[in-house]
Structure formats: C-alpha cells, structure tokens
C-alpha cells in the first residue's frame, strides 16, 4: 500500500454531509418586488412634503403659526404609524394588495380634504386620511411583505424599500415648491392625490402577489414551544429598547427634514435653495441607505443603527453652528448621510432576533415608535420656534435626544457581543 492509498486522518475524522444545500427564496421576481414596493412608498409619502415645502404659506393662510402646519404634517406621521398595527395584521390575513390599494384610496381623499384650508380640516386630512387609513396600509405592511421575498440579502432589501419617504423627499420638493408658486399649495395637493392614484392602485394589481412560505422559519416557530430569552433577556425587554431607540433617534431626524426650508428662508436663504437643499439631504439619504444596507446583511442590524446614530448626532450638532449657503450644504450632506440607515436598521434587527411568525406586530409596532418620533420630532421643533423665534433650542432638542438613543443602541450592541461570547 503506497502513501497515496491512505487518507489523511482529518479526511477520514470529517463527516460528510449529503444534506441538499438549503434553496434560497430570493429569485428576480424579490428585486422586481422590492422595486415595485419603493415607487409605492415613494409617491404614498409625497404628500406630506406639500405641507412641508410650504409650510409658511399654509401658515400664513391658517393664522400664522408654524406649528399648524407642522402638526399635520406630525399628525400624518403618527398616523400612519398607528395605523400600521392594524394593517399589518390585516395584510397578513387577506393579502398586500387591499390594503395598498384602500390606503392610496385614503391618501386621495386626506389630500382633497387638506386643501379645504381650515386648521381642522388640515388635521384629519393629514392624520386620519392621509395617515392613520393612508400610508398605513402600504409603510408598515410592505416592510413585512417584502422581508418575505428574501432571506440572504434581507438587509439590503429592506434598505431599498425603506428609502422610500426619502425618495420622496428627493424627488418632490422641487416639484412641488414649484407648483406651489405657481398653482399655489391646495391645487397642489389636488393634483398630487390624482396623480398618486393613477400610479399606485395599477402596480398594486398587477406586481403584489403572495410571498414565497418560508419553510424553516415556520418549523422553528413550531418546534420552540417555550418562548426563548433574546440576548439573554426577555424578548419584550430587548424589543422595547430597540422601539424606544427608534422613537429617540427620529426625533431627531425628522427636525431638519420638517423645517429646513423654513430655516433657510428665516436666514434670507430663498426657498428655491431650501428646497434643493432637502432634496440633496434626502436624495443622499436615499442613495448611501443602499450602502448602509450592505452593511447590514455584514455588520447586523444594533451594530448598523449604533454606527448611523453617531454620525446623525454629529450631523446635527452641525445645524447649531452653521447659518452659512455652503456650510449648510455640507451639514445637509453629512445629515443625509448618517440618519438614512436607522429604521431599516431597526427592522433587520426584529427580523434577526425574532421569527418570522411574530414580525407582522413587531414590525409595526417598531415603526409606530419610529414614526412617533418623526412626529413629535417636527411638531416640538415648530412649537419651540413659535416659543423663542428661532430653530437654534429645537436643534439643541434633537442633539440631546440622538445621544439617549446612543446610550440605548450602547447597551444592546455590549450586550449582544456579551452574548455571543458567553455562548
């Protein structure tokens, strides 16, 4: 017998494993899903952006006080963060499409409602309409239903679809503080809930079908008949510090998205700028979110929101000491790129620390945290203006309330790798 003949001892010690490689669900039709799902939330999120980029002359037009404007757009928000616990539940059981096509049906109807002009009636077209029936059933429902369609590259996935308000936000407001200044903010609305429609409930009908079964996330729900300790802890104590992070941090983020076409017009800064200004923030937020999302499906979700909230937190001490054209530009580009990872982040994070079976009311309910944060982020920034005459305490406020969230995300990333040693 020559040396040839015999095996390694570490060949001969090593089993062999003829169990079929593990199938992925994603295919071409997930990324054709995906996309679908971003032009969706692209235009269901164009409507509180007419409020936004117009928010002196509706101010003007309701009494003069920001924060009517700024409410609505809140209540919008809050909305249709609300309203996510209830659709998700109801996309869950009777499918994406009826509740895309009725929210879209909602968002028309709070966007005729809003150009009535009453303070009012701007707050149920906004809240209940445009919010709590409207973007309600698209936002929440689609971050569950498009997590479905993949399981290697969820985190980019959820990046893609979850840039759509910033998409949004890069592509409008120059539509519309034009159209504004033309037709003026009421015929704009009138025109965005026709539009909106006329893209929306096609796409819905013809891309949203039913999600591939993900087969070992239902046996593992199955098999476990005691509930598991998520990093050790209860997973209701690790899930309400991710949930109150995500509120804490888009407190901050939503102050410069809300206001900074205002801020630059109190400066002298024409609106024209303003607007270019937001879209740049929200078209890099938009892009480097995609960048963020590689990250992600490497790094996790707690790690991905930690590194995020940092240079968000930097971004906006930056607003504190910057009243120049060009050194807004360049915090603006430093904000659009720090905050845009955070709530995809978040969503990874559920996915990753709980099944699948449970994220279509942990989903929601993260992104009702988050989205109440976007809320009471714009409104307090409005009513602390309406108090001092001037952004410089509401920015102090946000900078204060991005360094909680870090304390929190601090102590789930230590106690995740913590963890993951002990184990």
Not at 21 to 41: C, K, M, Y
Not at 89 to 97: E, F
Request: net charge positive; proline share 5%.
């Amino acid at each position: 017998m020559t040396t040839h003949d015999i095996e390694p001892r570490s060949a001969q010690s090593r089993p062999i494993d003829t169990r079929p490689p593990a199938l992925s669900i994603e295919t071409r039709t997930s990324w054709v899903v995906a996309s679908v799902s971003l032009i969706l939330l692209g235009f269901s999120f164009g409507g509180p952006w007419i409020t936004a980029v117009g928010l002196k002359e509706i101010a003007a037009d309701t009494g003069g006080a920001r924060q009517v404007p700024s409410l609505a757009v809140s209540l919008s928000l809050f909305g249709g963060a609300v309203g996510g616990l209830l659709m998700g539940r109801l996309a869950n059981s009777y499918g994406i499409r009826w509740t895309v096509i009725v929210g879209s049906v909602m968002i028309a109807i709070g966007l005729f409602i809003s150009a009535l002009g009453a303070p009012w009636q701007l707050y149920v077209g906004h809240g209940l309409f445009m919010g709590l029936l409207g973007n309600a059933g698209l936002n929440a429902p689609l971050f569950v239903y498009v997590s479905r369609w993949f399981d290697r590259r969820r985190g980019s996935a959820l990046a893609l679809i979850s840039s759509g308000g910033y998409l949004a936000g890069f592509v409008w407001p120059t539509v519309f503080e034009r159209s504004i200044a033309y037709f003026g903010w009421r015929w704009t609305m009138i025109g965005f809930a026709i539009a909106q429609l006329a893209v929306i409930v096609p796409l819905a009908i013809v891309y949203l079908r039913p999600p591939p079964e993900i087969q070992h996330d239902t046996a593992h729900a199955a098999a476990d008949g005691a509930r598991p300790k998520v990093l050790g802890w209860h997973p209701n104590v690790v899930f309400g510090m991710i949930a109150l992070a995500g509120f804490l941090c888009c407190v901050t983020m939503s102050m410069p998205q809300q206001h900074l076409v205002a801020y630059c017009s109190d400066l002298g800064i024409s609106a024209t700028a303003g607007a270019t200004m937001l879209s740049l923030l929200l078209g890099l937020g938009f892009f480097s979110r995609q960048g963020w999302g590689w990250l992600s499906d490497r790094m996790g979700g707690v790690l991905t929101a930690f590194c995020s909230s940092i240079l968000q937190c930097v971004a906006m001490t930056g607003f504190l000491f910057t009243q120049e054209p060009v050194g807004l530009f360049v915090v603006s580009t430093a904000f659009g790129l720090g905050f845009s990872a955070l709530i995809p982040a978040y969503v990874l994070a559920i996915r990753e620390l709980y099944p699948m079976s449970e994220a279509h009311w942990r989903v929601p309910a993260v992104l009702l945290l988050t989205g109440s944060g976007m809320a009471f982020g714009g409104w307090i920034a409005g009513y602390l203006y309406d108090i001092y005459g001037y952004y410089t305490p509401a920015f102090a406020t946000g900078v204060a309330f991005n360094i909680a969230n870090i304390a929190i995300l601090s102590m789930l990333l230590v106690r995740q790798r913590s963890y993951a040693y002990m184990r």
